[in-house]
């Protein structure tokens, strides 16, 4: 009897064991972190400002957002993620936040899971990213695929992640990046919707964010360093000695996320730039908006909530809304637009 497991079986496998590694194991980064630390508001006691009218929304990609927020790609492809996916999008709507879906891939290689993206019955009015890994157009994908991904999120943006080091330590990992800056491009200019380059937790560096914008990339998420791990993520799946070795030698390696944004925002200055990368509280929200960020997203406090239970869900961004107006408020700022030029976050002197 032939008991070898099918690429679709272990494909799916995988997106199981990546939900249960993530709330179950330590798979956050121990010394790296996401730099904004280094960052401190100036407080204002007197405020001239009513609470109430303090103004969070904006607009990212040409739609409206009730919240500078994005529930950041996580997951898709099982049952447990279907039902994830479902508690995101219907606070996502609540709320008015963008959503992304984690890579789509396995629903182009198992359509039958393909619902378990399809959000968009939950949320009709939200802004929806779509999602596969660059690496997959050197191995067989292309532009039919990344339209079928796109057609089943109804999505209004593609995101193109880039994990290098992610597949260096997954078993059997897709490592030939050789040539995808020129597929990116072409992609960019024939797919009916804006592209999004987003990093998984490294962090994008100014000279490549520069690569990017001008292979015709609409968006970054710089995805920085300082959140989850994929390298001790995969390092937690591997099935050698080697691949995790491989994880533990490289658990904190990246680009600290405040880092990646101040580099990126100064070479490029009207990029839509979404932050994310161990971003936990509506304090690190801000930051990394005064830091130059359109907005932000977060994954591992909405896996938590939403593998909790819907209630979990909508008390978490309650909080998160509840966070950011409160640094408005308290920074002297009316709303998004003005915190930004208010010059009220600083540098911590160290001594």
Request: hydrophobic fraction near 45%.
């Amino acid at each position: 009897m032939n008991t070898q497991t099918s690429p679709l079986a272990a494909t799916e496998a995988r997106k199981a064991d990546h939900i249960r590694i993530c709330l179950q194991e330590d798979v956050q980064f121990q010394h790296t972190t996401n730099g904004l630390e280094d960052y401190r508001f100036i407080h204002c006691c007197l405020p001239e400002l009513d609470f109430d009218e303090i103004d969070i929304s904006t607009t990212f990609l040409g739609k409206s957002l009730g919240a500078p927020l994005l529930i950041s790609s996580m997951t898709g492809g099982t049952p447990e993620a279907g039902m994830i996916n479902r508690r995101l999008a219907e606070v996502a709507q609540h709320y008015k936040m963008a959503m992304g879906v984690g890579s789509q891939r396995v629903a182009i290689e198992k359509p039958q899971v393909a619902d378990t993206f399809a959000v968009r019955k939950y949320a009709p009015d939200v802004l929806l990213f779509a999602n596969l890994g660059a690496v997959q157009l050197n191995y067989d994908y292309g532009l039919n695929e990344c339209l079928r991904v796109i057609d089943i999120l109804e999505a209004d943006a593609l995101i193109l992640h880039l994990n290098p080091l992610q597949e260096c330590i997954q078993p059997r990992g897709d490592t030939n990046f050789r040539g995808l800056l020129d597929k990116i491009a072409m992609l960019c200019k024939k797919l009916p919707v804006p592209v999004i380059a987003k990093e998984v937790g490294n962090g994008i560096s100014a000279p490549v964010a520069e690569k990017l914008i001008a292979a015709g990339v609409k968006a970054i998420d710089v995805a920085g360093a300082g959140g989850t791990s994929w390298a001790k993520v995969e390092s937690e799946r591997a099935d050698n000695i080697l691949q995790r070795r491989l994880g533990k030698t490289f658990a904190d390696w990246g680009l600290p996320t405040a880092e990646c944004l101040t580099s990126i925002r100064a070479v490029a200055p009207n990029i839509a730039l979404i932050a994310s990368g161990g971003l936990r509280h509506g304090l690190d929200v801000a930051k990394a908006l005064a830091l130059g960020a359109d907005i932000a997203g977060l994954a591992m406090p909405f896996l938590q909530a939403a593998a909790c239970s819907e209630a979990a869900v909508f008390d978490l961004a309650q909080v998160l809304v509840a966070e950011i107006t409160t640094v408005l408020f308290c920074t002297g700022n009316a709303n998004l637009e003005q915190l930004k030029r208010s010059g009220s976050l600083q540098r911590v002197q160290k001594v």
